[in-house]
């Protein structure tokens, strides 16, 4: 019984492994995964001592319960090329199979998770769990390619100890148990991509096709070029910032102009003199800096003051491009 649930929270987590095998630029992908997933599981009847056919259903909770209750339902990896950390998630997996307080086993669930601060980003999924007593393994796999593994634990709900167990089971059964489970993707999964979760939680997502669509959350970014000492931007680099509601890349480049460029003698066109990029892992804000090239350092040193100009794109978790174009005095 408990296995059935764990199996299905860990199917949730699993969903998270990872993208490449497969993929087109259509498909949402995850690699490098690893979520950590607290929630409850129904069953359609109650779980008994002997094994018999039943439907069970897992909803994550954003936080876990009892000993778990300081602990995140969260993911961290790679999503859609864009590294994510500790971002929530909302796991859900519908199932059917052989079940029982002893032992458990199901194939083929259907699930889906949901990157509630990454777009509203979806991956689908299916999970097959072989649990034994309150402790369940699992396999995922994505809807097109990909596959990972984790297990999850009933054992920290209070009744799931052994002499309530024994009891309930022998009795009336278990319709519900709260878990904690762990996932690692082995490698990359990739699901089509309607790509976004639509309605609340407990709605099915969109059906496959198309990109973006209804249900998407609009991302959205503030980026800014940090007014600073020349001799410090020549040290470190030009110091950047940028704030955002989902995860997002930064690609910058640092360019003179042609007329700053001609008088400190880079030649007569605009030039580029640094790069860098910018990681925002998580919803929030983050720092970084746009490193001067050797060249450009030498050029700069005497300089008394020069404007740069720091342009590129910002890519985040839905694909979406934000192009950049800032100017900041160095002095």
């Not at 764990?6 to 087109?24: D, E, F, K, Q």
């Not at 700053?260 to 003199?273: M, P, S, Y």
Request: hydrophobic share 35%; net charge positive; glycine share 12%.
């Amino acid at each position: 019984m408990r296995p059935l649930l764990a199996a299905s929270v860990l199917a949730t987590t699993a969903l998270l492994a990872g993208p490449i095998a497969g993929a087109s630029a259509a498909d949402n992908t995850f690699e490098n995964a690893h979520c950590d997933v607290y929630g409850a599981a129904t069953f359609d009847k109650p779980l008994m001592s002997s094994p018999g056919a039943n439907t069970y259903h897992f909803l994550s909770n954003p936080k876990g319960s009892g000993p778990n209750s300081a602990k995140s339902t969260a993911c961290s990896g790679k999503l859609n090329g864009i590294t994510i950390k500790d971002v929530p998630v909302v796991a859900k997996v519908d199932g059917s199979g052989t079940l029982s307080c002893a032992s458990s086993n199901a194939q083929g669930a259907q699930g889906w998770l949901q990157f509630r601060d990454a777009g509203n980003t979806y991956l689908g999924f299916t999970l097959d769990i072989v649990g034994f007593g309150t402790e369940v393994a699992l396999m995922v796999h994505g809807q097109k390619s990909g596959s990972g593994h984790g297990e999850a634990t009933f054992r920290d709900d209070p009744n799931a100890s052994p002499p309530n167990a024994v009891a309930t089971c022998g009795d009336k059964g278990f319709r519900e148990l709260s878990f904690a489970a762990a996932f690692d993707g082995d490698s990359a999964l990739v699901s089509p991509a309607p790509a976004v979760f639509v309605g609340g939680p407990g709605t099915p997502p969109p059906p496959s096709g198309g990109g973006g669509g209804a249900g998407t959350t609009q991302t959205s970014y503030t980026f800014r070029a940090i007014a600073q000492k020349l001799k410090a931007a020549l040290k470190r680099g030009i110091g950047v910032s940028l704030r955002g509601n989902a995860p997002a890349k930064a690609t910058l480049k640092a360019q003179l102009d042609k007329a700053t460029a001609k008088r400190l003698g880079f030649g007569r066109k605009v030039v580029t003199v640094g790069r860098g990029t910018v990681q925002l892992t998580r919803a929030g804000s983050t720092t970084g800096f746009v490193k001067l090239t050797p060249a450009a350092k030498r050029k700069l040193k005497s300089a008394r003051s020069v404007k740069v100009r720091i342009v590129g794109t910002i890519v985040d978790v839905t694909r979406r491009s934000t192009p950049v174009d800032k100017t900041v005095l160095l002095r």
